[in-house]
């Protein structure tokens, strides 16, 4: 596992396998909503999810 610390968007440690990177749906990406930074993606407009699924 990564030692980089999740965001409250993070479905899982980036590197996880099984897991991607995809566009903050709260700030579309961009990592500030309103001027500030995106809590929810910790300002960085990407966050880690699964991928794939049955």
């Known amino acids: 596992m ?3 610390p999740t965001n409250p968007g993070d479905q899982a440690a980036p590197g996880t396998p099984g897991t991607g990177e995809n566009s903050c749906p709260k700030c579309g990406g961009s990592g500030t909503i309103d001027g500030a930074e995106c ?12 991928i794939g699924g049955a």
């Open 39 to 50: 809590t929810f993606c910790g300002g960085t407009g990407q966050i880690v999810e699964g």
């Open 2 to 4: 990564s030692d980089t």
